[in-house]
């Protein structure tokens, strides 16, 4: 059985709505639950990364991108990843596009402190607002060149748009996309309201 290591409200989410499109049994692992649960993360990796993904054979996986991929290979019926290489490859590109500018910028905005050297208040406000700043126009950046990627009402929501959907929701992204690109922020809704997909973000996003 598939272990997912996470918290409510992470990237966590990405995963479990994969791993529920592919049916497969897992069990979801709340590091925040106890001092044993984020024990065992930093056991199986140091850097205690959210999300981590233990296979079945018990090996490891983390690394988003890395990890949707895998499903999506290991599981084609689930159509996480397009049936066509070329469809695939640019699925697989807007994935590491999101994880290399969208999520790597708000891991500067949520600890701004491990990118300098001197953590004065001044510096980790200058340090977030540039950060806030380049993040939304990196969505801004996926949205006109990835929207054609994403899933329409009558097709399955594959990698690429969980992806998005749930690291879109931090730091203002949503808000911000609902008024410079209102056609991808309607995508993305779309994909929230997917009936197998709401369940999954329902929990980490309680209404």
């Known amino acids: 059985m598939y272990q997912l290591y996470g918290y409510q409200n992470s990237g966590a989410a990405a995963i479990e709505a994969a791993l529920v499109l592919c ?32 296979l079945p054979d018990g090996s490891i996986l983390t690394e988003s991108a890395a990890i949707l991929i895998h499903l999506g290979l290991t599981f084609p019926e689930s159509n996480l990843l397009p049936k066509k290489p070329a469809d695939r490859d640019q699925a697989i590109r807007g994935m590491v596009y999101i994880v290399s500018n969208c999520y790597a910028a708000i891991g500067v905005i949520d600890f701004p402190e491990r990118w300098l050297a001197e953590a004065d208040e001044a510096s980790r406000q200058n340090l977030i607002a540039g950060s806030r700043a380049r993040l939304h126009w990196s969505w801004e950046v996926f949205a006109d060149q990835f929207s054609a990627e994403l899933y329409l009402d009558d097709e399955t929501p594959g990698a690429l748009d969980v992806l998005a959907a749930v690291i879109s929701r931090w730091a203002g992204s949503r808000e911000h996309l609902r008024s410079t690109r209102p056609g991808f922020y309607a995508w993305l809704e779309r994909i929230d309201r997917h009936p197998t997909l709401a369940p999954v973000f329902a929990r980490h996003w309680p209404a």
Do not use: G
Not at 23 to 51: G, H, M, T, W
């Open 23 to 54: 049916r497969v049994p897992f069990r979801f692992i709340d590091v925040e639950s106890s001092a044993e649960a984020a024990q065992d993360l930093r056991k199986l990796n140091p850097l205690k990364q959210i999300p981590t993904l233990q």
